[in-house]
């Protein structure tokens, strides 16, 4: 027997399907997603409308039913094969900025982010604007570093 009889196997071809799916017809179980999960999706949804940051939804928000509002957003779960999920959030709107066009924003941001990421259905997106901020940032000391001085205005 020769030695290059061994490695003289021919190659042998893989076909890859087409589809990358997996057939997952014969497992069984349920996945639930985490209310802390769908809250955290929420709250990256509210982060990518401009004009818009979190609000503190109050003391009658905290009374109602079900889990406390985190970072503007609160979360409520229907039970069942296929959860319907309610999103409560409390946001602050820039001034100058129309609140409906806003609102309407932060709605389709939500829905299209928990329905993408977790499958389940979004029963309602509620919007509550508790306030308008004025700027983006508070102006005072804190806006020009030790060091920097763009006037040339000397520190006494």
Known sequence: MDN????????VEVEMPESHTVDQTGLEGKIRISEDVISQLAIKA??????IQPANPGLMANLRMGRKA???VRIA??????PKIQVDT??????SLRIPDVCWDVQEAVKDQIEKFTGYTVKSVNVYVQGITFNDKPAGPEE?????????VENI
Request: hydrophobic share 35%.
């Open 4 to 11: 290059n009889d061994e490695f003289e196997n021919p190659a």
């Open 46 to 51: 509210l982060a990518s409308v401009e004009g």
């Open 70 to 72: 985190a970072n503007g």
């Open 77 to 82: 779960i229907s039970d069942g094969d296929a």
């Open 90 to 95: 409390y946001v602050s709107v820039k001034y």
């Open 144 to 152: 020009f570093p030790v060091g920097d001085n763009p006037a040339g």
